[in-house]
Structures are given as structure tokens and as C-alpha cells.
């Protein structure tokens, strides 16, 4: 089994702040990418139909994209290409499917499949998105403090996991990925999976005996070796269905290597400098 040489890096090189400095720096560019998004378009991430409203058609032709574009009366959001098929996948802002299926029909698109998100439904699943959200975050909060009961340890995962989120949605944002139900749920993933991670270390560091370095290279074999296993895992599938046009399956692998990337820089270099300052070890 692969197993990383962790003790490679030279911890005691570096100043606390020297290595906070980059997943801070990191997490504060994240936090204006989402800010100037906010105030550009009124919503912190680049929405899909299922949480802002609007219609999908999956349509047959041997028409170019272009064309297809042109052949639409409603503003086309988006259209993408099915791999190795003559098919699209055409996303409009409107809500009115009869009419975008009626010119569709009229210009002689075969139409493989449809479907529509109305304003009040996606208003009720950006809230419901929001409220699950918040809560898995309170609720992880809740039960990160109850296990250290201490102020420093248990706001570094804290801090940990929420910049796990905010990079992936920042990145999001700038490659044009959509925030959907599916990659909602990628985001969840990345909360528990940052907590196991932010957990293994602070247990290992603070729970465990030995010296200092020690335990956090015991804590690292187990758990650089884990994240780089699923990272792998996550950019196969992301390349997988992409290849064959499945797009959301590859929007979500991307998000979940996004964010299992910056769980690497979080948890093994401002994590691990927050609990080298609480524990007084001399740099």
C-alpha cells in the first residue's frame, strides 16, 4: 500500500505564521472571488436551474450549436455538446417549457428529454440548501467542541472545514461549475471529510503520547495517505464523465478534488501551526 514519506517535511523550518500564511492568504482571495461574484450578480455562487429557475432540454440535431442558439426565442443560459452523439444539452432562464418544447419542435429538434424548475420551487431548495448547510456546519461546530473542550483546537478544525468549502465554491465560480443539488451534496462531503481529517491530527497531537512531531507524522501517514487515495479516486471518476458526457458526475468530482487539495493545505499546515502554538512547541 502507498504510503507517503511525511517525515520529509521540515516542519521546524518554518514559523507558525510563516505556515498559516498560505491557507489564509488562500481562503482570504476565496472569500473576494465570492464577495465580487455577490455584488455582480446578487448570488455568492454561479447558480443552476434547480435552486434559481429555468428549463433543460436534451435535444437531437444535426444542426451546429450555433444554430441551435439562434433557433431559441428565450435567452439560451447555456449548451453543451453530448460526446460522440448529435445531441445537446440546452439550458434556458425561462421557466416556460411548453414554449421553449413548441419552437424546438417547430425547427425540428428531436427532443430526448426535458425538464423545469419553476421560481417559487427553487426559491424553496436555495433555503433548503442554505438551512442544510448551516446545519451540518453548527452541528459539526457543536460536536467538534464538545471532544476537545478547548477554544484552539476545536476553532482550527472550525476554520479548517469552512475553508474547505469557501475554496471549492471560489473555484466553482471562476471555471463556470454551477452550484446544484449534486454539487451541494459534494460540499457536504467535504465537511465530514475535513472534520475526520482536522480529528485524526488534533487526536493524535493532543490525546496521544509523544513528542510533538511524532504524533503528527503518525497522525499524517494515516491521513495524507487517505486523502491522496480518495483524490485520486475523485479526479478518475471527474475525467471518466467527462469523457462520456456526464456532466454532473464530473462537476462533482472536480469540487470534491478542489476541495480534498485544500483539506491537504489546511489541515497539515494551518491545523497543524495553530496546535504547535496551543501546545508552546519551540520553533
Do not use: C, K
Not at 461574484?37 to 429555468?54: K, M, R
Not at 434556458?92 to 417547430?106: E, H, K, N, P, W
Amino acid at each position: 500500500m502507498f504510503e507517503p514519506d511525511v517525515r520529509r517535511i521540515d516542519y521546524e523550518r518554518y514559523t507558525n505564521r510563516q505556515l498559516a500564511a498560505v491557507p489564509l492568504v488562500v481562503l482570504a482571495l476565496a472569500l473576494i472571488v465570492i464577495g465580487g461574484w455577490w455584488a455582480v450578480t446578487g448570488s455568492p455562487a454561479n447558480l443552476g436551474i434547480e435552486l434559481s429557475g429555468g428549463t433543460e432540454l436534451r435535444l437531437e440535431t444535426t444542426a451546429s450549436g450555433a444554430e441551435v442558439v439562434e433557433a431559441f426565442d428565450a435567452e439560451v443560459e447555456s449548451i453543451r455538446p453530448v460526446v460522440d452523439e448529435d445531441q445537446y444539452i440546452v439550458t434556458f432562464r425561462s421557466s416556460d417549457l411548453d414554449a421553449i418544447r413548441g419552437q424546438a419542435t417547430d425547427e425540428g429538434f428531436t427532443i430526448r428529454g426535458s425538464y423545469t424548475t419553476g421560481p417559487t420551487f427553487a426559491a424553496g431548495n436555495q433555503t433548503l440548501t442554505v438551512f442544510g448547510v448551516g446545519i451540518a456546519f453548527v452541528g459539526m461546530s457543536v460536536l467538534v467542541f464538545l471532544l476537545f473542550r478547548s477554544f484552539v483546537p476545536s476553532i482550527a478544525i472550525v476554520v479548517s472545514a469552512f475553508s474547505d468549502i469557501v475554496i471549492p465554491i471560489a473555484v466553482m465560480n471562476l471555471l463556470g461549475i454551477r452550484l446544484s443539488l449534486g454539487t451541494v451534496a459534494a460540499l457536504l462531503m467535504l465537511i465530514g471529510y475535513s472534520v475526520d481529517s482536522d480529528i485524526l491530527l488534533n487526536n493524535h497531537i493532543l490525546r496521544r503520547s509523544g513528542e510533538f512531531y511524532d504524533s503528527a507524522y503518525r497522525a499524517m501517514r494515516t491521513g495524507v495517505t487517505m486523502t491522496l487515495t480518495s483524490l485520486s479516486a475523485v479526479i478518475v471518476m471527474a475525467i471518466v464523465a467527462s469523457i462520456f458526457g456526464i456532466s454532473l458526475l464530473a462537476s462533482i468530482g472536480l469540487v470534491l478534488a478542489i476541495g480534498l487539495a485544500a483539506d491537504l493545505m489546511n489541515t497539515y499546515l494551518l491545523n497543524l501551526s495553530l496546535l504547535r502554538w496551543y501546545r508552546g512547541v519551540e520553533v
